[in-house]
């Protein structure tokens, strides 16, 4: 079973900068879409910014301008690079990937295990 590994949280302080990372933990045949959401207490998980395999890229309003998505499919990895943190962006991050794990798989979405992003001077 695929794993999605989440790397790069943790605490930043105002206009500061922070670059997430996310890969399988082992080897797939394909990924597709690749995604970034976002979730604070109580509320429900965001979409901030996807990315598709021929590299169109989408950002919520919110983050738009400051937030960067990329993605090496070499590495069938995924990265959020943040600048310009404010207290808002504080939530846990999580990745999605749609991906075929064999070839003779279907796609299927798989989620990291979120990492946690904190804003705070």
């Known amino acids: 079973q695929v794993q999605l590994v989440e790397s790069g949280g943790g605490l930043v302080q105002p206009g500061g900068s922070l670059r997430l990372s996310c890969a399988p933990s082992?080897?797939?045949?394909?990924?597709?879409?690749m995604k970034w959401f976002r979730q604070t207490p109580g509320n429900e998980r965001e979409l901030v910014a996807a990315?598709?395999?021929?590299?169109?890229?989408q950002y919520s309003d919110a983050v738009k301008g400051r937030f960067t998505i990329s993605r090496d499919n070499n590495k069938n990895t995924v990265y959020l690079q943040m600048n310009g943190l404010n207290p808002e962006d504080t939530a846990v991050y999580y990745c999605e990937m749609t991906l075929r794990e064999y070839t003779f798989s279907r796609p299927d979405n798989y989620w990291g295990q979120g990492t946690q992003v904190t804003v705070s001077s």
């Open positions: 082992g080897r797939i045949y394909i990924a597709y879409d």
């Open positions: 990315i598709t395999n021929r590299r169109d890229t």
